[in-house]
């Protein structure tokens, strides 16, 4: 049976909308779809629950190693935390430069369960990136807000695409007039180059257990089925974008629609067009989201940040460029001749590549878009 659902992808994915997840629920290969919040809950039911039973009972080994006494007096004021969002958006976790989606959703939920804060303002700058990792920082968003804190998104230069799906659920979204936004819209890439390698004399053959067995082998043409199969998968993901954007600036998927596909505008266009509410700097936001929470007389603003290891204060001692240095992890970028390292597009370009590696095949909310 598995065998002749593999063999009828092609077929089998347009018929539940693009929705692979759905498809594995139906075809028992997973038993349930849940979100990682749900997720956290059945472990939590399963397991033990924590003291004030909000999750399930946990060390993590970073936090068990980086325990130490503090005679600080603590600050009892109220606090307004601010979340950055700055870089291209991938999954997992990264370093500052990059918007990984574990660490980012990390933060936001320290933001949610420290009583200490009563709003978040996060701080936008990122041109877009991988899809399913920008719905998980929206998701994040949305707890927050069901947990009674407002959210407030201030866009920096640039908060378009993925930037942008990341904060539409705010309670008020503030970008500069000169913000590059919108761009809504997703797309799919997959490099094949068995033209390159016939032009050098090597041929690629094999015998396989299904028709699209090695569908992804770069050394073949592309697959007419895959073909299908992946436009299905993007039309379903660019279907949700806008459904989610309506719902979130109260409008209908037709008149987002007729605003997306990828346009982008400027902050003014966009508050001229509902997607972002008021024009202004993180200061009137930070002040927005004082007032939303009803702390304006006396607050502090509190950066939620992830705290340096040694290794990596180390790292950044070295050089300031994510293209010169790459500790930890190759990322290819230490080859290029040193009068490109200052090449801010180029590394841009090159980081979405390297960004993007680990999940060739995945969905991308992108804006290839700067300022200049």
């Given amino acids: 049976e598995i065998a002749d659902d593999i063999a009828h992808l092609d077929t089998l994915v347009p018929q539940f909308d693009g929705d692979l997840a759905k498809l594995a629920l139906d075809r028992g290969l997973v038993d349930q779809l849940a979100t990682r919040e749900q997720a956290r809950e059945l472990l939590k039911n399963k397991g033990v629950a924590d003291d004030d039973g909000e999750s399930f009972r946990q060390v993590g080994w970073q936090r068990y190693l980086g325990m130490q006494l503090r005679d600080d007096l603590p600050d009892l004021r109220p606090q307004i ?27 936001l939920r320290h933001a949610r369960e420290d009583e200490q804060i009563k709003a978040v303002v996060l701080r936008v700058d990122s041109p877009g990136g991988d899809a399913y990792a920008s719905e998980m920082i929206r998701r994040e968003i949305e707890l927050i807000q069901g947990a009674g804190k407002p959210v407030v998104v201030s866009m920096g230069d640039v908060a378009a695409s993925g930037g942008y799906w990341i904060s539409m659920n705010a309670n008020e979204i503030w970008a500069q007039p000169t913000t590059i936004t919108g761009s809504i819209g997703i797309f799919g890439l997959f490099v094949t180059i068995p033209d390159t390698l016939e032009k050098l004399g090597v041929h690629t053959d094999g015998v396989a257990t299904t028709p699209i067995a090695g569908a992804f082998d770069i050394r073949r043409p592309f ?103 790459s500790l930890g992890r190759w990322s290819g970028l230490s080859a290029l001749p040193r009068h490109l390292l200052g090449n801010a597009e180029l590394e841009r370009t090159l980081a979405l590549l390297r960004n993007l590696g680990g999940n060739r095949y995945g969905v991308v909310a992108h804006c290839f878009c700067s300022l200049q």
């Fill in 81 to 107: 935390g601010v979340v950055v969002a700055q870089g291209e958006i991938v999954q997992g976790e990264q370093a500052q430069g990059s918007v990984g989606a574990t660490t980012t959703v990390q933060l």
């Fill in 223 to 325: 697959n007419p089925k895959i073909e299908t199969i992946i436009t299905s998968v993007i039309e379903k993901g660019y279907q949700d974008f806008i459904g989610k954007v309506a719902e979130a600036r109260g409008k209908t998927p037709e008149q987002i629609d007729a605003i997306a596909r990828g346009r982008v505008w400027s902050g003014s266009q966009a508050k001229e067009r509902g997607l972002v509410d008021k024009l202004g700097g993180l200061q009137e936001a930070i002040a927005s989201a004082a007032a939303r929470a009803d702390i304006a007389a006396d607050f502090r603003v509190r950066y939620v940040e992830h705290e340096l290891s040694a290794w990596e204060r180390f790292a950044l001692t070295l050089s300031n460029s994510e293209a010169a240095v």
